[in-house]
């Protein structure tokens, strides 16, 4: 199973809500990305947790906030957005060691709406 | 600091083509080096995955190489297919769990 998943595929916010990205990978990967992809251009680091510990956080605003609250799960909380932050939201994981590691796995996006 | 670009960055080719797309980066010290395609509006899926240490890694139709030294790598795809009609991204890791994407070549096959 080479699957990452995520929910809600599509997401539509008003300014002052608080809304839930969730992602989640069954691969035994133990790190796991989030990523930013506005449209026509690549994906941007946003967040690593390695262990299920935040390692890289890109200079995130701090509207987004990162939770890992398992080795399985990754969320991502949103609070008080802009509509700039309207973009496609991916989640990846990959192996770090082993015969494939580094290979990273993404997840099919969560495409938010900020109103 | 490492930047990653892909020529051209976009491509229409007949159906049965053979074709290259490449990728440049400007520092050579990666841990290796992935390929995806994407659907738009869709995620990325993994095509190759070449180490840092590996030439050439080989799927189907697909065939990646890597050349650490100038920076480059290709992927060649044989006898396209209008089902290959997608953007293709490379991406390098430049160090622990960071990997920085290129700028993406869009390609269509026509029937």
């Known amino acids: 199973d080479t699957e990452v998943t995520q929910t809600p595929k599509h997401l539509v916010m008003g300014m002052t809500n608080k809304k839930s990205l969730k992602c989640e990978q069954h691969m035994g990967h133990r790190a796991m990305y989030w990523y930013k992809q506005k449209a026509k251009k690549p994906p941007e680091l946003m967040f690593v947790y390695s262990y299920e510990k935040l390692s890289i956080n890109e200079s995130v605003p701090s509207r987004f906030s990162p939770e890992c609250p398992n080795s399985s799960l990754l969320n991502l909380h949103l609070h008080a957005l802009q509509p700039e932050d309207s973009a496609l939201y991916l989640c990846a994981s990959s192996q770090e060691s082993g015969g494939r590691r580094y290979e990273q796995y993404f997840g099919p996006g969560t495409r938010l709406t900020v109103t | 600091k490492q930047e990653v670009t892909q020529i051209p960055a976009a491509l229409s080719v007949p159906e049965g083509e053979n074709l290259v797309l490449n990728c440049s980066f400007t520092?050579?010290?990666?841990?290796?080096l992935q390929w995806f395609r994407q659907d738009p509006g869709k995620g990325l899926t993994s095509l190759l995955l070449?180490?840092?240490?590996?030439r050439e890694q080989t799927s189907g139709r697909l065939n990646a190489s890597l050349d650490k030294s100038s920076g480059r790598s290709t992927l060649y795809i044989a006898a396209s297919q209008p089902g290959d009609s997608a953007t293709y991204l490379c991406?390098?890791?430049?160090?622990?769990?960071?990997?920085?994407f290129g700028t993406g070549t869009r390609l269509k096959v026509l029937a």
């Open positions: 520092d050579s010290a990666i841990y290796n």
């Open positions: 070449i180490q840092s240490s590996q």
């Open positions: 991406a390098v890791r430049t160090g622990t769990y960071k990997y920085i």
